[in-house]
């Protein structure tokens, strides 16, 4: 097995060998959030979006669910990965964060791909139908809550569709017994829900900070 750190040189060098390479709308978007300060280490990189493109496409997912939106990194690299005639429902709470993402979706031309609601998550899942016709959903949230959208979501994920989850390996404490906090505690306790839910197969990415993807069966 061969595994070495991945330095921001490696991946730049990854991200400008894959499509949909970071472009000036990009740009934009992360000199806006990296003025947010910390919070900007929220945003997903550009190889993980990559990723997130390259799944809505292998799926091609015409309806996904996003958890966690923050300034709309995320959402794009998934609207951009749609079908045509796609939609992403997006949820968070943060009118000041996803304002930033509102102006990155429009001037690339994916506004009219994306519903952001602004609520409690929980409270937005609950409110959708109970149509199994999700193709793509990925949670990226409050960490004590994703049991909870995992519960609202699989059932709604059509067989085929996939459900990622982001930070499920937190930095490495998910398996540091001294960490005992509440985030890495409900991460503990949702990765043992999925590795436990007859209803997907799923599997824990070593990449980024952890990705589950689970497909629906
Ligand atoms: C890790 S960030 C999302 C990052 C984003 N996916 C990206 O890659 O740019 C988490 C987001 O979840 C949102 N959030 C936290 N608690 C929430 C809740 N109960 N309901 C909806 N959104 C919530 C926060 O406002 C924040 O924008």
Redesign the pocket.
Known sequence: MRSFPVTDEIRSYAVTHGSWRPDPVVHELKVQ?AELGDAAG???GDD??QLLTMLARLIGARRAV??????????LCIARGLAEGGSLLC????VE??AI?QRAWAAAGLADRIDLRI????D?LRSLPAAQDVDLV?I???KP?YAAYWAELVPRVRPGGLLLA??VLWSGRITDPEAADADTTALRAFNDVVASDARVEAVVLTAFDGLTIARRR
Do not use: R
């Open positions: 959030t929220m945003q997903i993980q979006g996003e958890v966690g939106t923050f300034t709309g990194y995320s959402s949820c968070d709470v943060s964060w996803t993402g609520a409690p998550a929980i937005t990925f990226d949230a409050d809550s982001d930070n």
